[in-house]
């Protein structure tokens, strides 16, 4: 069955530090986003990105983000300088059609501890 | 008001006991609604969708009541396996946002 994949499972980084989070969606989906999810706390939107451009942010999603997909297969989410807020499971999804029409398919999370 | 509200329990519940989850959304424009489920320091999963018409998927029923803005989930026979958070998804969002948005999730736990 074909899945989102992320790496790395899990990154420890020092404040102030970059980090870039990777995924490969599902090859024939179309929409991909980031959510993340604080410990104990809600999944949280971050972005979506259709046709190689972002088509929503939302105010988590701030310029120390930034999204690529540099070769057709790979979406990555960099955070320029890290905070200690920015400790959580980062979640790649993806999509074959806009997703109300169907299923979000998740990775399996990245975990982003910053020290 | 919080555009997707549940009741984050916990639900602790015997083995083979019936249990309901509700969720509440902000939008009355919203269209399209679905359950996940999360275990615990795992990715969501898709459940079920929510069709206006109300839905099931073996122990699984899934309703939608517009007028009061709530879907609903329905467990029958719980099992242990069920123990989980349920996230409730809706989207259109405030402001027509095509970013499904998950309320914070509802726990459930089955003992034996």
């Known amino acids: 069955e074909p899945e989102v994949t992320q790496t790395p499972s899990h990154q420890v980084t020092q404040m102030g530090q970059e980090v870039i989070l990777r995924c490969v969606p599902i090859?024939?989906?179309?929409?991909f986003y980031w959510y993340r999810q604080i410990l104990g706390q809600k999944v949280e939107f971050l972005v979506s990105?259709?046709?190689?451009?972002?088509?929503?942010k939302s105010e988590i999603f701030d310029d120390q983000f930034s999204v690529e997909r540099p070769d057709g297969s790979n979406f990555t989410l960099k955070i320029r300088s890290t905070k200690l807020e920015d400790s959580a499971m980062y979640f790649c999804?993806?999509?074959?059609?806009?997703?109300?029409?169907?299923?979000?398919?998740f990775g399996e999370g990245s975990r982003l501890t910053v020290l | 008001r919080k555009e997707v509200e549940q009741d984050p329990g916990p639900f602790n519940v015997p083995e083979g006991a019936t249990v309901a989850f509700n969720c509440t959304y902000s939008?009355?424009?919203?269209?399209?609604f679905f359950w996940y489920r999360q275990d615990c320091r795992k990715e969501p999963k898709l459940l079920m969708s929510?069709?206006?018409s109300g839905n099931e998927d073996g122990r699984f029923t899934a309703q939608l009541n517009r007028a009061s803005q709530y879907i609903s989930l329905l467990i029958r026979d719980s099992k242990l396996s069920d123990s989980a958070t349920y996230l409730c998804?809706?989207?259109?969002?405030?402001?027509?946002?095509?970013?499904?948005?998950f309320g914070r999730g509802t726990s459930l736990i089955v003992h034996p």
């Open positions: 090859s024939n989906h179309l929409y």
């Open positions: 999804a993806s999509s074959g059609d806009r997703a109300n029409t169907g299923e979000l398919f």
């Open positions: 929510v069709y206006s």
């Open positions: 998804v809706v989207f259109p969002t405030s402001g027509g946002s095509y970013i499904p948005t």
């Open positions: 990105f259709y046709n190689n451009e972002i088509s929503e």
């Open positions: 939008n009355s424009a919203s269209q399209s």
